[in-house]
C-alpha cells in the first residue's frame, strides 16, 4: 500500500537528518573525544586495566601459536640425533635452546646439570642456538665436534663455568679434560655441523624464541633462567604421564 504524500514528506525529512548527521559528525566527534579524554584523565586506572588486559590477550595469542609450532616441529625440536642428549633413555624430554655467553644460561647450567643427574627419568636435548658471536659458535662447535668422545655434559658444564668464555678459553677447558681437541674442531668445522647449528637457528626462529636460555617440555615453553617453572612443568609432565598409565 503507497504512503500518504505527508508521511512521504516526513520520511523524506527523516533520510535528509540523518543524512547530515552522517556525514557531518565532526563537532560531535570533536565534543565526545574531549569528554572520554577528560574522563581517562580522572581515571587513570582504567588505562592500566587495559594494558594488563590487551597483554593478557597478547600472552594467549604466543601460547597458542607456541603450542601449535611445538606440534609442527615436534620432531626437530625433541628427536634430532645430531642434538646432545643427557639421559637418552628418560620418559620426559625437556629441550634447551643456550648460548656459551649467554649470562642467564650460566645462571642457570649448575641447576640444569643436577636436575639431569637427580632426574634419571628426564631426558635432557642440549640445543646450540648461537646468538652472541664468533665465541659462541667455537665454542659451540668444539662441543659438537666432542660429542663422540663421551665427555658432553662435563665439557658443557665447565664451559658454562667461565665467565668470560672466548674460543681459547673452550679450547684450553677440553684440553684439560683430555679431550682430543684437534678432533673436535675438525668435526666442528666440517659442513655437516655448519648446517646443524643453521638448523637449530631456524628453528628457534619458528618456535619465535627471542632469547636464550628457552626451555621446552610438552607443550610448554619456559623463556629465561627460570628453574622453578622448568621443575614443575616436568612434575606436570611426570603426574600427567603416571595418570595415563593408570
Do not use: W
Not at 516526513?10 to 559528525?25: D, H, I, R
Not at 581517562?40 to 609450532?69: D, G
Amino acid at each position: 500500500m503507497p504512503l500518504p504524500l505527508r508521511s512521504l514528506a516526513l520520511t523524506a525529512a527523516t533520510l535528509a537528518a540523518l543524512n547530515v548527521a552522517a556525514c557531518a559528525p565532526a563537532k560531535a566527534d570533536k565534543a565526545f573525544g574531549e569528554k572520554v579524554r577528560a574522563y581517562l584523565l580522572e581515571h587513570p586506572e582504567i588505562l592500566v586495566e587495559m594494558s594488563a588486559k590487551l597483554q593478557a590477550k597478547q600472552q594467549a595469542q604466543t601460547a597458542v601459536q607456541t603450542k601449535n609450532a611445538i606440534a609442527q616441529y615436534r620432531q626437530a625440536l625433541e628427536r634430532d640425533p645430531r642434538d646432545f642428549v643427557a639421559n637418552p633413555n628418560g620418559k620426559i624430554t625437556v629441550v634447551e635452546f643456550f648460548d656459551y655467553r649467554c649470562g642467564y644460561c650460566k645462571l642457570a647450567a649448575p641447576e640444569v646439570v643436577k636436575l639431569i643427574q637427580e632426574n634419571p627419568d628426564v631426558r635432557f636435548v642440549f640445543k646450540d642456538f648461537v646468538i652472541f658471536g664468533h665465541d659462541s659458535e667455537a665454542a659451540a662447535r668444539l662441543v659438537l665436534g666432542a660429542k663422540d668422545q663421551g665427555k658432553s655434559l662435563e665439557l658443557h658444564k665447565r664451559l658454562m663455568a667461565e665467565k668470560s668464555l672466548d674460543e681459547a678459553g673452550a679450547v684450553r677447558v677440553a684440553q684439560g679434560m683430555g679431550i682430543d681437541v684437534a678432533k673436535a674442531r675438525s668435526v666442528g668445522a666440517n659442513a655437516a655441523t655448519t648446517q646443524h647449528l643453521a638448523d637449530t637457528h631456524a628453528l628457534a626462529e619458528a618456535l619465535a624464541i627471542e632469547g636464550t636460555p628457552a626451555f621446552f617440555v610438552g607443550e610448554k615453553m619456559i623463556p629465561g633462567a627460570d628453574m622453578r617453572a622448568l621443575r614443575m612443568a616436568i612434575d606436570e609432565a611426570r603426574a600427567a604421564a603416571a595418570g595415563k598409565k593408570a
